[in-house]
């Protein structure tokens, strides 16, 4: 079955940067567009950056120019590089993959900043 599962996260200064990954499983991973999403407790989950199968990527802009996103098809992992970090991109980080008409998740990953 399909699995997920994040890794990176932690606490860390405003300015500092972070790397988390998300090593998948249960499916053919260099055939799919990865993404991570992030939430904060009463907002909705927000995506934050997607890769395609060509590697082309998409950030949103809170986090363009300071976030990029890669995958490794050898290791089926995606990662998600943050830099200049801000309090507000606290959250839990989550990574997502379509498979079959449906969504999985992670168990998510928890990315505190620190003012």
């Known amino acids: 079955q399909v699995q997920l599962v994040e890794s990176g996260g932690g606490l860390v200064q405003t300015g500092g940067s972070l790397r988390l990954s998300c090593a998948a499983s249960?499916?053919?991973?260099?055939?799919?567009?990865m993404h991570w999403y992030r939430q904060v407790p009463g907002r909705q989950r927000e995506l934050v950056a997607s890769?395609?199968?060509?590697?082309?990527?998409n950030c949103s802009d809170s986090v363009k120019g300071r976030f990029t996103i890669s995958r490794d098809n050898a290791k089926n992992t995606v990662y998600l590089q943050m830099n200049s970090l801000k309090p507000e991109d606290t959250g839990v980080y989550y990574c997502?993959?379509?498979?079959?008409?449906?969504?999985?998740w992670g168990q998510g990953t928890q990315v505190t900043v620190s003012s």
């Open positions: 890769i395609t199968v060509a590697d082309n990527t």
């Open positions: 997502s993959v379509r498979f079959r008409g449906d969504d999985y």
């Open positions: 249960g499916f053919i991973f260099s055939l799919k567009s």
